[in-house]
């Protein structure tokens, strides 16, 4: 099965149609990926889809206002219990 980082690059990858190169921990989903409101919106929503077999949660607002690298994305899932 593969990490936690490698299931998130892949979410990241896809719906904001970046190489999987520029996905790192560190990277800004704004600054350095050009995502915008919108495609924040969409990631939490691909995010939660993506993990719901696994752990039942939802990224409220105030979550997503929070989440502003890839890191805060592995954060949060981990706080949810996953790993």
Do not use: C, Y
């Not at 969409?42 to 939660?48: K, Q, R, S, V």
């Not at 939802?58 to 790993?83: H, M, S």
């Amino acid at each position: 099965m593969a990490d936690l980082f490698e299931r998130v690059r892949d979410v990241v990858v896809k719906q904001l149609k970046v190489s999987p190169d520029e996905v790192t921990p560190t990277a800004n989903l704004i600054d350095d990926l050009r995502a915008d409101s919108l495609d924040i919106v969409d990631l939490t929503i691909a995010i939660e889809e993506s993990f719901a077999d696994e752990a039942e949660f939802e990224i409220r607002d105030e979550d997503a206002e929070n989440i502003r690298t890839v890191q805060d994305i592995l954060d949060f899932l981990k706080a949810q219990g996953l790993e």
